[in-house]
């Protein structure tokens, strides 16, 4: 494909139901925003063999109904493809979206989600830790972080786990050298200059410096997944008291 704004694309298969579009740019442009925004239009195409569009760092990933594909006659580009093999069909599809693709994602209509957070104490065991670390008081590392400014960059490595820019530099943390086999679903935690929430309890080494009582994943939602690549996040401190009223509720 040929580049856009400087962001070179290219497609490959993923497996017999799936391909990978891969994105690379020089080191300072963040990617994660064009295949954020590149998912949304894969999205939007509505295509009946398209089963799910999974955006990352670099790349986005189509899962498709290779049987559906291979019915599918309506669009021209498909129809020159004649007996192409469902991968082929899919990368020829695909192609033709991204031709006309203008490199500019709309990221200032992004959604914004406050997420409850309780710093600390039981709910924060190594917010201590990484206090000291930083050279900060508990309440000021707490205050810092919910400071930030957060966009989710992906959802991955679980379920509904986001992936967020933003960190404020001086509370980047090294990833625990013994990782938890039980990290609580909700945790929020740190590893090197990021941040995120485990969605669902899991073994885990992020530094948990605190935890939300709201759900970030369902499987019986419509949207399993709270939080989407590309929403706009803030972290809004709660007490112990409200955080254990809010799992009464």
Known sequence: MNPIHGIGMSIS????????????ASPEKSLWRFTADLADRLRAADQSWIIDVI?????????YDPLRLLRYRSSEELQQGGDALPYERAAVYVQ????????DPAMNEARVVDVPVCYGGEYGPDLKEASERAGLSEADFAARHAGGHYLVAMIGFMPGFPYLTGLPQELSQPRRSSPRSYVPAGSVGIAGGQTGIYP??????????????????????????????GDRLRFVPIDTQRMKKWGET
């Open 13 to 24: 298969p993923l497996g017999d139901r799936a391909l990978s579009i891969r994105l690379s």
């Open 55 to 63: 955006p990352a760092y670099s790349t986005v990933t189509v899962v």
């Open 96 to 103: 033709a979206l991204l031709n006309h693709y203008t490199g």
């Open 200 to 229: 669902l309890a899991t073994p885990g080494g992020w530094q948990i410096i605190g935890r939300t009582p709201i759900l970030l994943f369902d499987s019986q939602r419509e949207q399993p997944s709270l939080l989407q690549a």
